[in-house]
């Protein structure tokens, strides 16, 4: 009887199952373990993590390490994923300034238009045209603001709405005798050009502004040409959804426009085929010219474009990781997904920021098999029991999946890990078939933080992975799906008003000023998005004579498969094709985790007795 260590390092975690073997085939598991992966994939630097595993896995079995007979390494897939993401378009704004925000208190109500004025230029003064809107910069109070503004009103000087620096916005419009709209809290108020023709927006309480949001008004009220038009798009944009809005219109040049272009990704086929895809034609089309290409030997982007800065970005950071030089390293597999990005806009005077179109992309690179050689013999000589790299990990993965019951072959398994998406099929006769696609949960977490601009891949990992509340009170919160939850004790009130992730390290609040529904559709469109379409090229890859429906069971193992809407949206778009999806439960116990590793000892046990 000998007792054997399977061990799966992957990209993000690292996994090891212990079983005692007695006989050929003849295996009992007694333990597993799960740690984050230490360095990155098939590096020395993996050692670390691994040991560590195997002790937590050994430690309720009695047995010591050193009685291990053998430890089976995976022989990792040389593929590794990065991500990427880019504007298409460079959205930047001519000839206009703007200002859209969600000041917490700003005055008055209405939309008013004239020509920006500075307060000092009212001071006493009758300036004549108008109408005009008052510049009030931070050092004014608000004493004397509407002092000046009454008096002026007085000598019939039109003043119709205000710009202010600091918070004032109601005191100032509290002490008008005729009220106005007071946009307050523009940071920049230096910024904000003087004797040119302004249009600003307040909105009632608990509604948004409609006309400055709207190009057509925009254009109405500058009397836009149908070009200027097109280009106050991103600023019109930009303003949708706030509170207040100003828009000034700012002399021509003084604020510039500058493109980059977007760039074309080129798809290198085999026997010479080559391709090429504007990117900005869309994450569909890419991705319906990869399939066309397919199998890809190369993806090469465009250089001195938005794209091409992507994919140096991309390699330099893979030729670091796996220490190889930029030049030798090559993309093998890209997902390219539809998505939003926020983007500073050039002349904004309060930090305002529009949603641009933006591509992002998956990539995924080959790297060496050596370096897993090198892992085995350092790990060797730290443990001092024989290591062993043995069995492709595709077909591992699929023998520790078929340990699930109520499976039988033929059958696939989508592994969904974090870097990579990976799918084999079995047939009848065993014969297996893999293969590897760009893309999986990191990706997912990356379209999360960027579409919800939350700058924090922490806390966006636990928007993907954990549902949403709203804390309505001190005493009881409204989930996602609806229900009411109440306390009796107070909640912290830091929490108060907030949406927050219910992960279970703590609830953690979510800065953001979207809505709890509009969080949870970004959420499910980054997991469809990446993780369908995934599923079903993986499928139409792998599958026999491309027949997804000679396939009866489809089983998902890795992390992503723990999530608890991804089964759901996998199966749902599987059902036309009749197959039985679902989370693969590894042993009848590990759910989707521990496949590979579980694989190792069971091709192991194949052979060898104990
Ligand atoms: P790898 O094989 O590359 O090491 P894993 O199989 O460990 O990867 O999968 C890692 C991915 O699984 C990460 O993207 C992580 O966010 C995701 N993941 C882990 N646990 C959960 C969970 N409970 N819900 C959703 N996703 C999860
Ligand atoms: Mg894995």
Request: negative net charge; glycine residues 24%.
């Given at each position: 009887m000998i007792t054997v260590a399977g061990v799966d390092v992957g990209n993000n975690t690292t996994e090891v199952a212990i079983a005692r073997i007695r006989g050929r085939g003849d295996v009992e598991f007694l333990s597993s373990a799960m740690v984050r992966t230490v360095g990155i994939k098939g590096t020395v630097r993996n050692a670390v993590g691994i040991i560590d595993a195997i002790d937590r896995a050994l430690a309720p079995t009695g047995v010591a390490r050193k009685d291990l007979h053998v430890v089976l390494l995976n022989e990792a897939t040389p593929v590794i994923g990065d991500i990427a993401m880019e504007t298409i378009t460079e959205t930047v704004i001519t000839e206009s300034a703007m200002i859209g925000h969600n000041p917490a208190t700003p005055g008055g109500q209405g939309l008013e238009h004239g020509r920006t004025i500075a307060i000092s230029a009212l001071d006493g003064q009758t300036p004549s045209g108008g109408p005009f809107i008052v510049v009030v910069p931070g050092e004014v109070s608000f004493d004397d603001a509407a002092r000046i503004v009454n008096a002026a009103h007085a000598r019939g000087v039109p003043v119709v709405g205000a710009i202010v620096q600091k918070d004032d916005g109601v005191l100032i419009n509290n002490r008008l005798e005729r009220p106005m709209p007071i946009v307050d809290e523009v940071r920049h108020i230096d910024r904000v050009p003087l004797g040119m023709p302004a249009a600003l927006e307040v909105a009632p309480p608990g509604r948004t502004i409609e006309r400055l949001s709207n190009p057509y008004d925009i254009a109405t009220l500058f009397g836009l040409d149908p070009e200027e038009t097109r280009r106050s798009v991103p600023l019109a944009r930009a303003l949708m959804g706030t509170r207040s809005a100003v828009v000034i219109k700012t002399p021509a040049g003084d604020i510039e426009e500058r493109r980059i272009p977007a760039g074309k990704i080129i798809l290198l086929g085999h026997g010479g085929r080559r391709v090429e895809v504007p990117v900005d034609e869309g994450a569909d089309k890419i991705m319906e010219t990869v399939q066309s290409v397919y199998p890809l030997e190369e993806v090469q982007a465009e250089p001195g474009t938005n794209v091409g800065g992507m994919f140096e970005q991309v390699r330099q950071v893979m030729a670091d990781l796996t220490e190889q030089p930029v030049t030798s390293v090559r993309v093998q597999d890209i997902l390219a997904v539809d998505t939003f990005k926020p983007q500073q806009i050039l002349g904004s005077l309060a930090g305002e920021y529009a949603l641009g179109n933006a591509v992002g992309l998956a990539a995924m690179v080959s790297t060496q098999k050596l370096p897993m050689l090198r892992l085995a013999r350092k790990l060797e000589e730290e443990i001092g029991v024989p290591v062993q790299v043995g069995g492709v990990e595709a077909d591992m993965a699929i023998r520790g999946a078929m340990t699930t019951p109520g499976t039988r072959a033929p059958m696939a398994i989508v592994d969904v890990g974090g870097g990579s998406t990976d799918a084999s099929v079995i047939n009848e006769a065993m014969e297996i078939k893999s293969t590897h696609q760009a893309g999986a949960g990191d990706m997912c977490t990356l379209l999360i933080n960027t579409e919800l601009g939350l700058d924090d891949m922490e806390l966006a990992e636990a928007v993907k992975k954990y549902p949403l509340a709203k804390v309505e009170s001190l005493f009881h919160m409204r989930h996602e799906n609806g229900s009411v939850q109440f306390f009796h004790e107070p909640l912290?009130?830091?929490?108060?008003?907030r949406i927050v992730v219910l992960s279970p390290e703590g609830w953690k609040p979510i800065a953001t000023k979207e809505l709890m529904g509009k969080i949870v559709s970004v959420r499910q469109g980054a997991k469809r998005k990446v993780f369908v379409r995934n599923a079903l090229r993986a499928l139409e890859r792998v599958a026999p004579a491309q027949n997804v429906r000679l396939i009866h069971f489809v089983v998902l193992v890795g992390?992503?498969?723990?999530?608890?809407e991804i089964p759901k949206m996998i199966s749902d778009a599987l059902m036309d094709y009749g197959v039985v999806t679902g989370r693969a439960n590894v042993r009848g116990s590990e759910g989707p985790r521990n496949a590979v590793a579980t694989g190792l000892v069971l091709a192991y046990a194949q052979h060898h007795g104990g």
């Open positions: 912290d009130p830091r929490l108060y008003g992390g992503s498969g723990l999530d608890f």
